[in-house]
């Protein structure tokens, strides 16, 4: 992602609207689910939306660097 700025990708498909939503809080936070946060930090380099599709909620991220 770091090498592709602004360029959404998915990270996932969550059954639960919650958790997906949860993952997606946790990517732009730079806190997401354990041994997974450091891909993510700092805090506001990535950002990250849900999107429901049929087999729940897609989570998609895009990496921002230093722009905010």
């Known amino acids: 992602m770091r090498?592709?700025?602004f360029v959404w990708l998915e990270?996932?498909?969550y059954p639960a609207?919650?958790?997906?939503a949860s993952v997606a809080a946790g990517?732009?936070?730079g806190k997401a689910g354990g041994?997974?946060?450091?891909h993510y930090s700092?805090?506001?380099?990535?950002?990250?939306?849900t999107t429901p599709v049929e087999d729940?909620?897609?989570?998609?991220?895009r990496y921002l660097g230093d722009t905010r």
């Open 17 to 20: 609207a919650y958790t997906a």
């Open 35 to 38: 041994h997974i946060a450091r």
């Open 27 to 29: 990517i732009e936070r």
């Open 56 to 61: 729940g909620t897609a989570v998609r991220a």
């Open 3 to 5: 090498q592709n700025p």
């Open 42 to 49: 700092p805090a506001g380099t990535f950002e990250a939306r």
């Open 11 to 13: 990270i996932g498909t």
